[in-house]
């Protein structure tokens, strides 16, 4: 089956930092493009990061020079450092397989989320 | 702001046909992709591409696109659609960023 499930979330107080992990079961991650997406509460869904099948990396103005996106290959798990932390960065945070064709984006596999509290 | 705008909520009479629309200018390049969520839940996948559904999804399902503006259709709506809408494809840059519609709350009356 294949199957995201995030962990790490918790409460961390502004300018602190966490790391969000999601493992991937019944596809590789490396072969795939992976993004983050969060939503803060009340709120609509924000894309966050996408890391490529290649490598190469891409942020949200919102996140860049903040976060960085990254994975670990033979543990099938992608990862979300955030660093400087921000109230604003409050959110349940999601991690979805993302698919690229030439005309057309979209993310078919979803894990359920993890919840990230940035207050003192 | 989203580069992507959609109405905020929309209404539709138990069995009938309800369009959400979802407009911005990378709609001109690209097709939208289109998210079902309900509440605490994750996004689930309804449509992508020029018309495409996972596996899974009613056919009462369907997409469709001109210009810049990409739209949702449920024909003969049921209970279990009511839920958050939200459109989805890359930003107008061309930077490999991709972008979300601010959602349209689907009530079925």
């Known amino acids: 089956e294949v199957q995201l499930v995030e962990s790490g979330g918790g409460l961390v107080q502004p300018g602190g930092s966490l790391r969000l992990s999601c493992a991937a079961s019944g596809f590789t991650v490396s072969s795939n493009y992976m993004s983050w997406v969060r939503q803060a509460p009340g709120k609509g869904l924000e894309w966050v990061s996408v890391?490529?099948?290649?490598?190469?990396?891409y942020y949200a103005d919102s996140v860049k020079g903040r976060f960085t996106i990254s994975r670990h290959n033979s543990k099938n798990t992608l990862y979300l450092q955030m660093n400087s932390l921000r109230a604003e960065d409050t959110a349940v945070y999601y991690c979805?397989?993302?698919?690229?064709?030439?005309?057309?984006?979209?993310?078919?596999?979803w894990g359920k989320g993890t919840t990230v509290t940035v207050s003192s | 702001s989203s580069e992507l705008t959609q109405d905020p909520a929309v209404s539709v009479a138990l069995g009938q046909t309800v369009r959400i629309t979802c407009q911005g200018d990378s709609l001109r390049s690209y097709y939208a992709s289109w998210y079902q969520q309900k509440p605490g839940q994750a996004p689930v996948l309804v449509i992508y591409?020029?018309?495409n559904r996972p596996s899974g999804i009613p056919d009462r399902f369907s997409g469709s696109s001109s210009g810049n503006t990409a739209s949702l259709t449920i024909t003969g709506a049921q209970a279990e659609d009511e839920a958050d809408y939200y459109c989805n494809s890359r930003d107008s840059s061309g930077n490999h960023l991709r972008v979300f519609g601010g959602g349209t709350k689907l009530t079925v009356l």
């Open positions: 591409g020029k018309n």
């Open positions: 890391i490529y099948s290649g490598g190469s990396t």
């Open positions: 979805a397989r993302d698919r690229t064709t030439f005309n057309y984006y979209y993310m078919d596999v």
